[in-house]
């Protein structure tokens, strides 16, 4: 088995592992000696990574709880059990909570929240051991809210407390928890996130400025997996805010507040898709 400080030879099942954080991170931890399985919604991409890497892939729902038991025990059984489990897969879109798309409001939830349940439930059985570890990845929406971001936040904030709780009933098995917080890194799903015409208004400048490399969030994953922390966080700036929540919140409101009129009408007769296309009939008879 190995060592907790050592990623050779540790198998690791990653979610949403197709394109951005999944893919670069199975990436990462195939050159620092790690046996990686994949699963995504994407089967192209997912099979152009995974060939890269001579991993074994599988294409998964993960807000279909039966598509996520098949996936992680298939490649618990392919990588003769599993070490690490990072729950990764997520979607986004802009949101007016009144004035929205609710069907936008359920998929973010299934997707981000229920996923993240569906995958740590299944993992669980094959992490529980002294060298387990389960990363769910959330964000500095979980503590930090913004106007059209209503659905990402709750569902990330969900998250967090899933990874709190889990974190304490694993405990006696061994196996630990780690919840990491991201702001937004240069992904595709960062990119299709900011490409409407609210959040041009909304963020005025170029918001390709504000966002962090995606190396920043995977260095951080890899650490984090090393020493299977508690919290992960991509960029630093996000550590001090966690504990500090209330202010930050009450900042970013009257930062942003004068904008918001402004914005409202404009996210109100927008149509805009989550930001991986989602195919649920067509998943769940598959």
Sequence with gaps: MATTHD??????FITGAARGIGAALAQRLT??????????????????????????????????????EHAVDAAAKALGGLDVVVANAGVAAQLPIVA?????????????????????????????????YVVLVSSLAAAVH???????????????????????????????????????????????GFDTEAARKFLPGSVVTKVT????????????????????VAPGYIRPILPFRAVAQRVVEL????????VMPIAEREIVDLTT???VEEQASS
């Design 31 to 68: 050159e620092r000696g790690a046996r990686v399985a994949l699963a995504g919604l994407e089967p192209e991409l997912l099979a152009e990574v995974a060939g890269g890497l001579d991993a074994p892939w599988w294409r998964c729902d993960v807000g279909d709880r039966v598509q996520v």
């Design 255 to 262: 930062a942003v507040g004068r904008r918001v009129g402004a």
């Design 7 to 12: 990623l050779s030879g540790r198998r690791v």
């Design 146 to 192: 913004l106007p059209l971001m209503g659905a990402y936040s709750v569902s990330k904030a969900g998250v967090e407390a899933l990874g709190n709780s889990l974190r304490q009933e694993l405990r006696p098995t061994g196996a630990r928890v780690g919840v990491a917080y991201f702001a937004e890194l240069e992904t595709d799903m960062t990119r299709r």
């Design 213 to 232: 490399p995606l190396r920043v969030g995977i260095d951080a994953l890899e650490r984090g997996i090393t020493n299977r922390s508690r919290i992960i």
């Design 277 to 279: 296309p989602q195919i």
């Design 100 to 132: 929205g798309d609710p069907r936008i409001f359920e998929q973010t939830v299934r997707v981000n929240l229920l996923g993240n349940y569906y995958t740590a439930r299944a993992a669980g059985p094959h992490v529980g051991h002294g060298s387990g």
